[in-house]
């Protein structure tokens, strides 16, 4: 479990040039906190998600979370769940 954490942790701050990321365990879900410099986005993996894939697969649902993120610049933070079907925002 450490590895697929690290691996997380690793591939949203290498996607928001190494902004610390935050790690919160909680019931149903695994919390990572993105901490940008002006807002802090919220990503969660559900709990079939995190248990269902290997720490290399990671990498990819990461990389679709920071683009939904890039791709809807706001300014305000988002919370967003990474469920088997896909990314979905949380309001």
């Not at 996607?15 to 935050?22: I, L």
């Not at 919390?31 to 986005?41: I, N, Y």
């Not at 969660?44 to 290997?54: D, S, T, Y």
């Not at 791709?71 to 469920?83: A, M, Y």
Request: aromatic fraction near 8%; charged fraction near 35%.
């Amino acid at each position: 479990m450490k590895e697929k954490i690290a691996a997380i942790r690793k591939a949203l701050s290498k996607s928001f040039n190494t902004a610390p990321v935050v790690y919160a365990d909680a019931d149903g879900r695994h919390k990572f906190d993105l901490e940008l410099p002006k807002v802090t986005h919220r990503v969660h993996f559900a709990v079939e998600v995190f248990e269902g894939r290997e720490p290399k697969d990671f990498k990819r649902l990461c990389k679709e979370a920071s683009s939904y993120l890039k791709r809807n610049p706001t300014g305000l933070p988002k919370q967003l769940l990474v469920t088997n079907i896909g990314v979905v925002e949380e309001k």
